[in-house]
């Protein structure tokens, strides 16, 4: 588990894979995120299929209340990161943190360059808290993403590990 100050991360098992089911299938949790609706078939192949640079976590409060996830995979030779919290869970600073964690954690396990998350273009609070943790946008990748029966685009930002230079959240070696 990756503790914080406000949330922890822990990964998600296979047990996990109805809750993860039941959450992308829910409208107003993923009301406008760039993920598809899965059953608990779909993601326990999706699981059965992760390598060991793709991990899925739990956003969960100090109680241990699951309020969202955050995930990363390999995408060439960087990192992409992706993540939703619970609606009723946003702006409290959860994503925040668990943003800063994830990011401490994949910089001190990995020699990694680059850190990269795609977020929709009309997402302004992704937005801030990816600027608030570090990262830069880089630009607008145009349609990159289907969404309810549209083509959308996307906002790439990124964070390098000299811009990043210190743990901001984990204070262990992972």
């Not at 829910?26 to 059965?48: A, C, G, H, I, V």
């Not at 992704?126 to 830069?136: C, N, P, V």
Request: charged letters at 30%; hydrophobic letters at 40%.
């Amino acid at each position: 588990m990756l503790e914080g100050k406000l949330v922890n991360l822990r990964v998600i098992e296979k047990d996990d894979l109805a809750l993860l089911a039941d959450w992308s299938n829910n409208l107003e949790f993923f009301s406008d995120m760039w993920f598809p609706q899965m059953s608990k078939t779909d993601w326990e192949k999706r699981y059965d299929s992760f390598t060991p640079d793709t991990k899925w976590f739990f956003v969960e409060k100090k109680d241990g209340t699951k309020i969202g996830t955050i995930f990363h995979f390999l995408n060439g030779n960087f990192m992409e990161i992706g993540y939703i919290l619970a609606p009723s869970e946003r702006n409290k600073g959860y994503g925040s943190e668990a943003i800063k964690i994830i990011i401490d954690y994949l910089f001190l396990s990995k020699e990694l360059a680059r850190v990269q998350v795609t977020t929709g273009v009309d997402n302004f609070a992704s937005h801030r808290i990816l600027e608030k943790a570090g990262f830069t946008k880089e630009g607008v990748i145009r349609k990159s993403a289907f969404i309810r029966g549209e083509w959308k685009d996307g906002c790439l930002y990124s964070i390098l590990r000299e811009e990043w230079k210190e743990p901001k959240i984990l204070t262990k070696s992972v």
